[in-house]
């Protein structure tokens, strides 16, 4: 089982690298498990049609309870992507954090990953501050390798140094570590040099680069990703290729 965690600022697009590339494990075959992790809980919901999903802590919220199946919590998306939010507190209320630590602990309960039995688990984690539950996948043994996706703008690439120091801090602790940079770009003056740049001062490689794409938007306004809308796009095919390079470099290690 590959278990990655996808950092990023907000707003920076991590959720859509994560649910196109969930879709493109999918229909690469793949037996794929999507958990948000952020307060938004909206990270899934180009997986199931433009239809958002109760969050967990939304769940416990209305009923007052926590859920005591699977099925309370999750829905079936494309390519049976297996989809969950762990959502947050009441705005204004709370630590948002804690809404991914009570998640994960629920799906401990839930044995999830022995009963569902995925290829590939997939976290989308808000990466804006790196403390707390937003830090559980990298030390909490959840994840066994971080993507970091930054645009070249400079909040962006600031996040991503925090997200990478932060994983460098753990290091030693045999927490997961940062396989490389998602490029996602926004056509700003000298990007691709900045971003270049960054992944060095960490020694990181950049292991997709995502140009911007009409498609993406298009796609997402029918609550889809390009992967269900058209495989056969260029934007598709860095997805399906990212997809891949992922699968074998996990059986060759």
């Known amino acids: 089982m590959q278990k990655i965690a ?5 707003g920076i697009g ?3 690298m994560t649910s196109n590339l969930s879709a ?3 229909y690469l075959g793949k037996k794929v498990i999507q958990i948000g992790c952020d307060p938004k809980a909206d990270s899934t919901i180009n997986l199931l049609g433009g239809k958002p999903l109760v969050s967990v802590m939304g769940y416990m919220r209305e009923n007052d309870r926590p859920p005591e199946r ?3 919590i999750s829905r079936v998306g494309f390519g049976g992507v297996l989809c969950i939010e762990t959502g947050g507190p009441t705005p204004g209320l709370g630590c948002a954090g ?5 998640t994960f602990n629920i799906l401990e309960e839930m044995d999830l990953f022995r009963s569902f039995q995925p290829d590939i688990v997939l976290y989308d984690v808000l990466g804006d501050v790196v ?7 990298i030390r909490e043994g959840y994840a066994e390798d971080v993507l970091i996706v930054t645009s070249g703008e ?3 690439l600031y996040a991503a140094n925090n997200i990478a120091t932060a994983v460098e801090n753990f290091a030693d602790r045999g927490y997961a570590k940062v396989k490389g940079i998602l490029f996602n770009r926004r056509n700003i003056p000298q990007e691709e040099l900045k971003v270049k740049e960054f992944a060095q001062s960490h020694g990181l490689s950049i292991i997709a680069d995502i140009p911007r794409s009409d498609a993406i938007n298009e796609y997402e306004e029918k609550g889809q990703t390009v992967i269900e809308g058209n495989p056969s796009l260029n934007i598709s095919k860095r997805f399906l290729e990212l997809a891949e390079s992922l699968s074998q470099s996990y059986l060759h290690t």
């Open 24 to 26: 493109a494990f999918a």
């Open 131 to 137: 403390c707390g539950g937003f830090a559980a996948p």
């Open 70 to 72: 699977l099925d309370e």
């Open 154 to 156: 400079k909040m962006s």
């Open 98 to 102: 804690r809404g991914i630590i009570a």
């Open 14 to 16: 991590k959720s859509t």
């Open 6 to 10: 996808i950092y990023g600022k907000g």
